[in-house]
């Protein structure tokens, strides 16, 4: 597939929405703390699925959902969560898409399934400032 063709599917346009979502909510919060858990989360997601990937000796890899999984976790997850909780929630979901499958495709939501484990395990917080739930009404509409 080439980048051409890439850019017209629907997890391309996913992608997009979410990052300019990340940049909005970090402006308006003006919290860089949140571009950097979602780098991490992308980075931490990236790599563990192509690992996985390559493990399971897969002959196509497209670690778009990866990089899904990543920025769903750091917007959900509070700015001020440690990185070692990004990584771990991270972890657990691209964990869960590649062992909790049913005719190799996942049971679960990986970024859902990962942020209940990091409530379960680390007992985390989930404040969804990517959705502007920590601004003002009126700073939505600037």
């Not at 860089?32 to 980075?43: F, M, T």
Request: aromatic share 8%; with cysteine; glycine share 6%.
């Amino acid at each position: 597939m080439t980048a051409g063709q890439w850019i017209k599917t629907p997890k391309s346009y996913v992608i997009m929405a979410i990052i300019v979502n990340l940049l909005m909510a970090s402006v308006l919060s003006q919290d860089i703390k949140g571009v950097a858990n979602s780098l991490l989360g992308v980075i931490v997601s990236l790599a563990l699925d192509v690992v996985c990937c390559l493990l399971e000796k897969r002959k196509r890899m497209m670690p778009d959902g990866a990089v899904i999984t990543g920025l769903i976790i750091a917007l959900i997850l509070g700015t001020h969560t440690a990185p070692l909780i990004v990584v771990a929630t991270a972890v657990f979901a691209i964990s869960s898409k590649h062992m909790l499958v049913y005719k190799k495709k996942p049971v679960l939501n990986p970024a859902a399934f990962g942020l209940l484990l990091a409530v379960m395990v680390f007992h985390s917080e989930q404040c969804w400032w990517g959705a502007f739930g920590d601004l003002p009404a009126w700073d939505c509409f600037f």
